[in-house]
């Protein structure tokens, strides 16, 4: 997801400038060691936004699962009318 937008919003060129300014920034000998350590990052946050979406999950279908039940339909108007809640 955030890398189709990464790819798709730039172009060849600019990776190619960006590659370059980092290759002489960092240098080549540094280089595989500084791409491991943002790989080990970037797995990392991976990993934690997929955990935060799991939860968000999981809160929504318990939600859900409390709200069934919670109300009732009655005649052709539509009505919705509050049953008593148990807490």
Do not use: C, H
């Not at 790819?7 to 290759?23: K, Q, R």
């Not at 350590?37 to 970037?42: A, C, L, T, V």
């Amino acid at each position: 997801m955030v890398l189709s937008f990464i790819f798709d919003t730039v172009g060849f060129g600019e990776w190619f400038m960006l590659l370059a300014v980092v290759l002489i920034v960092v240098g080549p000998k540094r280089l595989p060691s500084i791409a491991r350590e943002i790989g080990k990052w970037y797995g990392k946050f991976m990993r934690a936004a997929e955990n935060f979406k799991r939860e968000i999950m999981e809160l929504d279908q318990e939600a859900t699962k409390r709200m069934e039940g919670t109300f009732s339909f009655e005649g052709d108007e539509g009505a919705v009318i509050p049953k008593e809640i148990d807490t």
